[in-house]
Nanobody, 125 residues
Framework: QVQLVESGGGLVQAGNSLRLSCAAS????????MGWFRQAPGKEREFVAT????????YYADSVKGRFTISRDNAKNTVYLQMNNLKPEDTAVYYC??????????????????WGQGTQVTVSS
């Protein structure tokens, strides 16, 4: 069992930056692919970014490519999402997720086995 705890959300103005963190429990974190997803009010959960087990491969949604960066520190059992040049349409609850079966990463939410409770990101115009 893996527990994920997100932090770093908040209220920012458009154009500013935030860094989200997701701390994972358990000794097998380094073998899991990790992902970030988000859900805005009235919308379905959508993929944001994913990173493979070693951090050598990443993949992003087109809407965040060039502005967001996913990274991980396996020694700290933590995955990060650096969000730059934030836009009002980035407003959502952001969730991290762990995939214990596929260590390569995936944009599909149904591939992930463990989810955090989410952290709110609000971007004002």
């Amino acid at each position: 069992q893996v527990q994920l705890v997100e932090s770093g959300g908040g209220l920012v103005q458009a154009g500013n930056s935030l860094r989200l963190s997701c701390a994972a429990s358990g000794r097998t974190f380094s073998s899991y692919a990790m992902g970030w997803f988000r859900q805005a009010p009235g919308k379905e959960r959508e993929f944001v970014a994913t990173i493979n087990w070693s951090g050598s491969a990443t993949y992003y949604a087109d809407s965040v490519k060039g502005r967001f960066t996913i990274s991980r520190d396996n020694a700290k059992n933590t995955v990060y999402l650096q969000m730059n040049n934030l836009k009002p349409e980035d407003t959502a609850v952001y969730y991290c997720a762990a995939d214990r079966r596929n260590n390569l990463g995936s944009p599909r939410a149904d591939q992930y086995d463990y989810w955090g409770q989410g952290t709110q990101v609000t971007v004002s115009s």
